[in-house]
């Protein structure tokens, strides 16, 4: 008899619990579990595969897709740990000079990613002309320097959304000198402005080496449960990449975790323009839903302390969650930013345990009913401040994080989000759809694949639509390279931004394509 194909295992890494869902091929949950996330997180990992495998039963033959959101890349870049040491070029000499390479990264972390750094005659103008030529020979001098001690490249050229051809020649060279070494290239990773895509491409070349252990691990938990899915890796749009296309992208992992809950917090409520508010152990995101995908953050997104400029969703982060640490019995009490995270269940007050948390706060304040016992009476008092200025946090957060007059409902996920009172300012209602508390495991079992470009166009032959066509073109095709259905691929956006004060008219145009996923 013939095994049916059609199921799909999401997987999603947050800082309390790793959870784990499956889903078939009309996106309807059959299974899910969650597992304490591990301090080696592939641990944690292993587990939610085994306990959502053992509620599945006998249906495990037919999953064909594993999508994995991961919090190995940010814990990598915070912890410095796991870093490949990268040789940086930039081909932008004489005029970007004053401002070396690294210059904005943090001492310690410029440390640990830095095999040397260079900064060579090239660069392309706005327009597409040369700012001066490339010289190849300044490059192959600085790679010949650095070998034996770079682990990867990553090469950053003046205005390359405009042209790629100096980069591309770098990479030549580079390969030339250091044979089969990961090069990342600061077109295919950040956008226009040269430092804050510079600082991308590096840590994008730093992380490869991370990637590559999660990926193996990844296929070593699947193998032991006799899977062999096609693997996919959550990315920080809400969408997916193939194994493949992460491990050349490993940066755009960061902050998965957010986009996943709102992906899943659009499908499970089926609201597609809407607050949300993903409500976990130790950290509360408060973002805005934009037809169905994350709104994006219109700021250079901080990352380890450094600023680069590829997307991120938009969010207002509170260091509120289940295991927030509630200190104090006199006022003013003191609400987080410790918490007891995957430890909650041996360390809250309702778990017998000797730490007041927000979640023996929302058991006296009569929001939820966990644990084995009620919080004792001397801590009441306490418990009530503390939920109250949980409140009034979240209300505040709400009001930050909204991009439209008037009231909008929230949506409420994430395994606290009994934390959120009924009541808001600005909210219209608040939603607590069905299987809320692995919304984020959800969204990366359901996500799309997408890609994204771009560019600096000048109208020239052709006009407007044929720059437009162009970079949507580009747009479907790196959607398609990341594992979309070619044939269901679309664009969903389209951005065109006139920049002003030249003589020569130019604008940017920004493209993004989504399929789903390819099958077979």
Same mark, same amino acid.
């Given at each position: 008899?013939?095994?049916? $194909? ?13 959870? $784990? ?31 959502? !495998? ?59 990613? #830095?095999?040397?750094?260079?900064? &060579? ?17 300044? %490059? #192959? ?27 591309? %020649? ?45 990926? @193996? ?22 969408? !997916? ?78 260091? !509120? ?21 995957? @430890? ?48 009034? !946090? ?8 909204? /991009? ?11 395994? #606290? ?6 009541? /808001? ?23 799309? &694949? ?5 560019? /600096? ?36 956006? /389209? ?26």
């Amino acid at each position: 008899m013939t095994v049916r $194909a059609d199921l799909r295992l999401g997987i999603d890494v947050g800082g309390t619990n790793t959870d $784990a869902v499956v889903v078939d091929r009309h996106d309807v949950l059959l299974a899910k579990a969650k597992a304490p996330t591990t301090p080696d997180v592939t641990t944690g990992i292993a587990a939610s595969i085994d306990a959502v !495998l053992a509620r599945l039963g006998d249906g495990r033959d037919r999953i064909t897709h594993a999508m994995l959101g991961t919090t190995h890349a940010t814990n990598a870049l915070l912890a410095r740990t796991g870093l490949h040491r990268v040789a940086v070029l930039r081909i932008g000499g004489p005029a970007t000079r004053a401002v070396p390479p690294l210059a904005t990264l943090p001492p310690d972390l410029r440390a640990a990613v #830095a095999a040397g750094t260079a900064v &060579v005659d090239g660069g392309i103008e706005f327009d597409g002309t040369e700012v001066a030529p490339f010289d190849s020979d300044a %490059a #192959a001098r600085f790679f010949a320097s650095v070998q034996g001690r770079a682990e990867a490249v990553a090469i950053t050229s003046v205005f390359s959304a405009v042209s790629d051809r100096h980069e591309l %020649a770098a990479e030549a060279v580079a390969r030339a000198i250091l044979g089969d070494m990961h090069v990342s290239l600061s077109h295919e990773v950040g956008s226009i402005g040269l430092i804050e895509r510079e600082n991308a491409t590096v840590l994008n070349a730093a992380l490869v080496g991370v990637a590559e252990t999660v990926a @193996r691990s990844f296929g070593e938990a699947l193998a032991r449960q006799g899977l062999r899915p096609a693997e996919y890796f959550a990315q920080n749009d809400g969408t !997916l990449m193939e194994l493949e296309y992460a491990l050349r992208y490993p940066v755009l992992t960061i902050g998965c975790g957010p986009a996943n809950s709102m992906r899943g917090a659009a499908h499970i409520s089926g609201v597609r323009d809407a607050l949300v508010a993903d409500v976990g152990g130790t950290s509360t995101e408060v973002g805005v839903l934009i037809n169905g995908f994350p709104g994006e953050s219109g700021d250079p997104a901080g990352i380890g302390g450094v600023r680069t400029n590829f997307r991120m969703p938009g969010l207002v982060t509170l260091p !509120l969650g289940g295991g927030t640490v509630v200190a104090g019995r006199e006022r003013p009490v003191r609400v987080g930013p410790q918490s007891v995270g995957y @430890r909650l269940t041996e360390s809250a007050l309702v778990f017998g345990g000797a730490t007041a948390t927000l979640t023996d706060a929302a058991v006296a304040g009569g929001r939820v009913e966990v644990g084995h016992r009620r919080p004792p009476a001397r801590h009441r008092a306490a418990l009530a401040e503390a939920l109250a200025r949980s409140d009034a !946090l979240l209300a505040e957060a709400v009001d930050q994080a909204k /991009i439209v007059r008037g009231k909008q409902p929230l949506i409420v996920v994430g395994g #606290a989000g009994f934390l959120v009172p009924d009541l /808001i300012p600005g909210v219209s209602e608040v939603l607590r759809p069905p299987d809320h508390e692995v919304a984020n495991a959800i969204g990366a079992a359901i996500g799309q &694949v997408s890609g994204q470009v771009e560019r /600096i166009a000048r109208f020239g032959v052709g006009g407007r639509p044929t720059a437009v066509a162009e970079a949507a073109e580009s747009a479907r095709q790196q959607a398609v390279r990341a594992g979309a259905d070619p044939e269901r691929t679309e664009i969903v956006d /389209i951005e065109e931004v006139p920049l002003a004060y030249l003589t020569d008219p130019a604008v940017r145009i920004r493209a993004k394509a989504a399929g789903p996923l390819r099958f077979g």
